[in-house]
């Protein structure tokens, strides 16, 4: 579905909200393991889907285990949360935006994979009732 048509579909059929999680691989690893990049995309994420954001965000490195180790984020918005982790050994983040007010999921995760200059993006959107 395009991103008007989920739009639509969220307004028109009552949904109480819209999900979508994006999957990055190939990431610059400069930028997921700069905790001042991390925190200036949850900003202009938040900007740039015209969210209004509760709070500075919060970015945490932790992660015993080498495979998941790296940067967590969560930046509350008025209308739920911008969330990620960012794994330092293989080069991956894992980002997801709920809002119980409609954004353009793929515009969403084009913006993500062009910040943190992915390679490969997979992402899925769920309307949440």
């Known amino acids: 579905m395009s991103d008007d048509a989920i739009m ?7 949904e109480w909200g819209l999900m979508v999680s994006v999957d990055l691989g190939g990431c610059d690893p400069k930028k997921i393991t700069s905790k001042d990049v991390i925190t200036k ?3 202009e994420l938040a900007d740039y889907i015209n969210m ?3 709070g500075d965000p919060i970015v945490v490195r932790f992660g015993e285990n080498d495979k998941v180790a790296g940067y967590s984020l969560v930046q509350l918005i ?3 949360q911008i969330s990620g982790h960012f794994a330092d050994s293989t080069d991956r983040a894992f980002i997801d935006v709920f809002s119980c007010r409609e954004f ?3 515009k969403t995760a084009e913006f993500c994979k062009n ?3 992915a390679k490969t993006m997979e992402y899925a959107i769920a309307f949440r009732n």
């Open 8 to 14: 639509a579909r969220y307004k028109n059929d009552g």
């Open 41 to 43: 995309f949850a900003i």
């Open 52 to 54: 209004k954001r509760y």
């Open 78 to 80: 008025e209308t739920s």
């Open 104 to 106: 353009p999921p793929k």
């Open 115 to 117: 910040y943190f200059g």
